[in-house]
């Protein structure tokens, strides 16, 4: 029986040093321990977490696997992350949507059964007139029609048995192991033994044949399944027990969803242009160049048609949960963002006065108070600004890209909508230069 939600999430793990986001499942403690660790500033600590209720928690728990199946962010194109089995770790990713589908699918329409008919010439059965007039030639005997070899409705009961054993099989394997998502616990024992070869070309076979677009998506998604399973299978031929689906390390998926709301550039451009590069330069040698890359770049126009650049550096670093100044970005940081901002001066001949350097960094809005004037999009906060004593920021005609400005966003909000926004962009731009 599966823990009780609220018992296997967390959300303070980074402040741990773990910086694993996802779920686990380590088979061989505890008969089956689960563990789902959300990303820091999702809440604004466990017990905050716990106070929420079972549905809305629930609804969190789907958001994250969403966000982590999601291939333009981690970069996996099967919608899949590593995932860990004590069998074979290197081998196996854990399909993570195929399960929750399997599961939605079940509860949706319960387990499958023959739902195409199929129609075969001369079979027994309850005859189809309408197809037997038009797809056979009826011969005259004694002024009347007869059609020799009718059209009936053909039923092969093993077959039709067998592919509701296999999703029976599927929906116990899935509930086994994400079906406390949903609140479902798996039905009695398996009504079958594992068979890789067996359940692939049955399912091969139906999906070949059906044409209702639910059923072939539920097959592909079962068939994800088997191919996992295979990989996982253990010389004793049980099926895998341990697994794990998500990122060592969320900093990347954070960078990636903070460029998708952000993200503006003119037409034909890339990111790449802004790329600065270093190299030594040795005696009879040739040194590749080193590239420097900002995570995002959002170009906008000012209300009197000045051409802007936002240079946005996405950190996934732990000050927005804890206010502690030692979280946050540090001297290199700084150093780094003021020369991507003195690139786009120089090689993309921007005035200097219209560019902005801002990190971006993660909270939870309930623990950031609004101020009066808060901007609406995605609990965006100013939380200070970082100089160098090289640049005099505080020179009146200094440029506004001296100071760094740190914006905190809602981890929750940007996970649940982190395509291109433009109201957020608008929003930010206009937070930024009025506090640097």
């Given amino acids: 029986m599966h823990k009780p939600l609220h018992d296997i999430c967390s959300c303070v793990g980074k402040l741990n040093g773990n910086e694993f986001v996802g779920i686990r499942c380590d088979g061989n403690l505890d008969g089956c321990r689960l563990a789902i660790t959300f990303p820091l500033g999702y809440f604004a600590n466990d017990e905050a977490l716990r106070d ?38 290197e081998d196996c990713s854990f399909p993570m949507q195929a399960y929750l589908q399997i599961l939605r699918d079940f509860m949706d329409r319960g387990y499958y059964c023959e739902r195409e008919i199929q129609y075969k010439q001369g079979a027994s059965g309850k005859i189809n007139w309408d197809r037997t007039i038009k797809q056979t030639r009826p011969v005259l005997c004694d002024e009347n029609v007869v059609y020799l070899n009718p059209i009936a409705r053909k039923l092969n009961l093993d077959e039709n048995e067998l592919i509701t054993l296999i ?45 209702n677009d639910w059923d072939s998506m539920l097959f592909r998604n079962m068939l994800s399944m088997v191919e996992f399973l295979e990989k996982g299978l253990a010389e004793d031929f049980s099926t895998p027990k341990d697994f794990y689906f998500g990122v060592d390390n969320f900093e990347g998926v954070w960078e990636k969803m903070v460029d998708g709301i952000f993200g503006n550039l003119l037409d ?30 959002m170009r906008s126009v000012s209300e009197t048609g000045e051409n802007e650049v936002f240079v946005v550096d996405a950190k996934y670093y732990k000050y927005g949960v804890t206010r502690n100044k030692r979280d ?36 939870c809005e309930k623990s950031w108070p609004a101020p009066d004037d808060a901007a609406e999009s995605y609990g965006m906060r100013f939380a200070g600004s970082a100089a160098c004593d090289w640049k005099n920021s505080d020179n009146a005609n200094a440029k506004p890209y001296y100071r760094i400005a740190g914006i905190m966003l809602d981890v929750k909000s ?19 230069k009025s506090c640097v």
């Fill in 52 to 89: 929420l209720p079972e549905e809305e928690l629930r609804e969190c728990v789907v958001n994250l696997f969403d966000v982590l199946s999601d291939p333009r962010l981690t970069g996996l194109q099967d919608s899949s992350i590593d995932s860990l089995t004590a069998q074979s770790p």
């Fill in 414 to 432: 940007v996970m649940r909508s982190y395509g291109k926004n433009a109201s957020a962009q608008k929003e930010m731009a206009e937070l930024v």
């Fill in 167 to 211: 999703h029976k099989f599927c929906v116990h394997e899935a509930a086994s192991k994400v079906g406390f998502i949903f609140g479902i616990e798996p039905d009695g024992e398996n009504p079958l033994d594992f068979d890789a070869e067996m359940f692939r070309g049955t399912l091969l076979q139906k999906l070949s044949r059906t044409f």
């Fill in 268 to 297: 034909g451009e890339t990111k790449e242009s802004f790329n600065p590069h270093c190299s030594w330069s040795l005696p009879g040698e040739e040194s590749p160049y080193n590239t420097m890359r900002p995570d995002t770049i």
């Fill in 328 to 363: 946050l970005p540090t001297s290199d940081s700084i150093c780094k963002q003021i020369a991507y901002a003195e690139y786009v001066e120089v090689n993309k001949h921007v005035d200097g006065h219209h560019i902005y350097n801002v990190f971006v960094m993660p909270c």
